[in-house]
Every structure is written in C-alpha cells, then in structure tokens.
C-alpha cells in the first residue's frame, strides 16, 4: 500500500491483515482482513498518531509509507499514542530504538505500559491530561481521555482546525481497505453495507462489554464539530461522519434498551430430538415478520453470534440436558454472552432430555444476573411429538406478542 493524503499535510499510513487463518486478538475470525491504521502530519515538527502491529512485515511497510511523505522514521518529532495496546504499539520498542527524539503523548494510566509493553522509560512521555491542547506548527492537537474505548488508557486526538478525530479503536471496523478506496465517499452502497456489518461484529467482539464508557464518551466529544474520523481500523470518514458516529450510538444503547425486533437463535443438539423443534419455531417468527438468525454451538464462531445477539431484542436458546446441566458447548456460548453484557433481552429456551433433565435448572442458575426476561420455557422427553410442536407454536405465539411490545 502507499500512503495517502487526508488534507493538506495530513497522512494516512496503513497494513491489511489479510491472513484468513489469522485471529485478531488471538480469538476472533478475520475472514475479510482488517486494516490497522496510523496518521502522519507532517510539518514544522512531524507528528506520527499510532504506529502498528510487529507482526508481517507492518514496521517495514510503516517505514516505507512514511518514506513516501519524504520522511525517515528518524524525523518524527512527536509520536502520539492514544492506545496501547499491541496492534496500535507492537512496533513502538524498536521505534523508540531508531527514533530516540521523539516525545511521546499519552495519557497517565498509559506511561507504565510503555515499559511493560514495549521497554520504553516513562521520561519518553508527556502525560496529557484531558482536553490539552497542543500546538505544532499549523496544527492544533487537543487531547481527550476516552477510558475503556476500549482499555483504561485510551484517548483520541482531535486535530481542531481542520476538524479532524483521531478516534483510535472507536469508530472501527473489521475487513481490508482497498488500495484506492479509504474514504467513506470513494465506496458503493454494498460496501457500505459490508463495512456496517463488520463495524457490529467488530463492536460486538472488542468494545460491547465497554458500552456505558462507549456513550460517555460519545457526551464528551458531542460539541467538537468533527468533519473527519480517522479510526485506527476501518475507513476514513470524511463525506458522512455522522453515520458512523450514529451507528455507534446505538449499538451502545442496545445494551440499555431494546435493540432491534430480530430474534438471534442458538441451537445445540446431540441425536436430533432438539433440532426437531427448530422449523417450527423459525415459522412462527417468520410468519409474524420477525427476522429470525439461526446458530449453531458448536458450529459457528463465537464472534458472529456475539453481532447478531447484540442487535437482536429476542434470544431463543434450544439445547439438551446433558448429564444434569446445560449441553456443554451452549454453557460456553452463553458465557460469552455474559462477558460481552449482552443484556435486556427477552429469552425462551427449549429443549430434550434423556433420563432426566437439569438443563433448565442450570440454565437459570448461571442467567440468573443477566439482565435477560427470561419469558420461559420448554422441556420434552426423548422425541418431540405433535402435541410438543403444538405447545411450542404456542408458546412463540406468545413470545412474539411480547417481543413486538417491547419493541414498539
């Protein structure tokens, strides 16, 4: 890739992740890549926004882009963290090695990091504190902490004559950038399409469990008028920022309110007697107009049913009694969900038993501070027979009355 020109001297300097089997942050899937993204300004005094990962050859191709602006990594007079955590500061120890003038800008929490991370001492830093404001030639930086967006560190920068946010890990999203296609107002509709779903599944993975820092800090920035979004993963948001910012808005309050009328559905099975249920169920949703998204555990990852609960008002969890317990890979499922907070919604769960049951029983034993309404519940021996499909048309006659209130 080559870098480019945001305005005027204002760069873009970015890799693709492009390893299908790679998993970003050691767990989620990554099958369209994601980008990782810095920003140069280049000046009186040359400012570099976040560096890169030390994996591939990213340092290398960091350097090569900031060659292209006519610089070395030598001439960097101010590097800028705004978050430390390694795919923004991996490159940072040998950067540091090469560069040993630049100061860098951080906030307090991160200056012990610096060490720990990357072996770089703490007399490197200038700790900003929120709202400073730093002038450098043309370009007047001011500095916002933004804790838990997404670790207690972070902060975004915020360039104020040109109206340009460096928004770190907010604002982002999973999947490459093309070469020639960085701004928001250079892609075609079903891109933006692509790119608001992988922006869901990247919040849902990486920042949902952060969400009521996700809404302060949106309060916080709702008076700087921001032409630009600059993320660290992602496009460049320069025709529309607001549909990112909105976008965010409200995948943060989904974790406070109702989210969308979808109902995300969650089935394990171990001989076929649970997945009997499975038609019937999606019929009843699909026939009073709810959208219905069908997973499997153990089947599919983790990280696609985390965005589709999320936005999802109505959970439905179909699973077997195993040895007195939930079957064991929707006891995991349903933990992740837990830690992610994924919460306010309503719950029905279905399911067979062999000998006995106790799925149930530990079902609301680990929910229990969920935050879900769980509506109920049904369990069948063995098989499913008509007059079960028939209590279970039922009771999602039901469910859905519920669900479409509480949606309203």
């Not at 460049?236 to 990112?244: A, G």
């Not at 349903?334 to 530990?362: M, P, T």
């Not at 009355?401 to 309203?408: E, N, Q």
Request: charged share 25%; aromatic share 12%.
């Amino acid at each position: 890739m080559h870098i480019k020109k945001i305005v005027d001297d204002v760069y873009r300097v970015s890799v693709n992740i492009e390893d299908k089997n790679y998993l970003f942050e050691g767990i989620w899937p990554i099958p369209h890549g994601i980008s990782i993204n810095g920003y140069l300004i280049k000046g009186e005094k040359n400012v570099l926004i976040d560096l890169t990962q030390n994996i591939f050859d990213f340092p290398k191709e960091f350097t090569r882009q900031i060659e292209g602006a006519k610089l070395e990594v030598e001439d960097i007079d101010i590097l800028v963290i705004n978050h430390m955590e390694p795919d923004h500061s991996g490159w940072l120890r040998e950067f540091c090695k090469k560069n040993t003038k630049a100061v860098i800008y951080c906030t307090k929490k991160a200056i012990p990091l610096l060490q720990a991370f990357s072996d770089v001492p703490a007399d490197r830093a200038i700790a900003i504190t929120d709202g400073m404001e730093l002038t450098v030639g043309d370009y007047e930086l001011q500095f916002f902490e933004t804790p838990n967006i997404h670790w207690p560190e972070t902060m975004m920068t915020y360039e104020r004559k040109r109206k340009i946010l460096f928004s770190c890990d907010a604002f982002g999203c999973y999947g490459s950038i093309e070469e020639d296609k960085i701004f928001d107002d250079q892609i075609s509709q079903e891109k933006h399409e692509f790119y608001e779903s992988e922006a869901l599944r990247y919040y849902a993975n990486i920042v949902a469990t952060f969400s009521s820092f996700v809404l302060r800090g949106l309060e916080k920035l709702k008076d700087l008028d921001i032409k630009i979004i600059c993320p660290s993963h992602g496009i460049i948001w320069r025709d529309n920022p607001s549909v990112i910012i909105n976008d965010y808005k409200r995948y943060a309050e989904y974790s406070k309110g109702p989210a969308e009328r979808d109902v995300t559905i969650i089935w394990s099975s171990m001989y076929g007697n649970t997945k009997q249920v499975l038609n019937t169920i999606i019929e009843v949703l699909r026939k009073r107009d709810i959208p219905v998204h069908v997973y499997q555990a153990p089947g599919d990852d983790a990280g696609y049913v985390l965005a589709s609960a999320w936005k999802s008002a109505g959970l439905i969890f179909c699973m077997p009694t195993y040895e007195y317990k939930m079957f064991p890979p929707m006891a995991q499922m349903i933990e992740e969900l837990l830690v992610k907070k994924v919460a306010n919604k309503k719950v029905y769960r279905f399911g067979s038993f062999g000998w006995v049951g106790g799925a149930q029983k530990d079902f609301e034993a680990k929910t229990e501070k969920s935050g879900w309404d769980i509506l109920g519940h049904y369990e069948w021996q063995g098989a499913p027979t008509e007059a079960d499909q028939e209590t279970i048309r039922t009771a999602m006659e039901g469910y859905c009355d519920t669900l479409i209130d509480f949606t309203k």
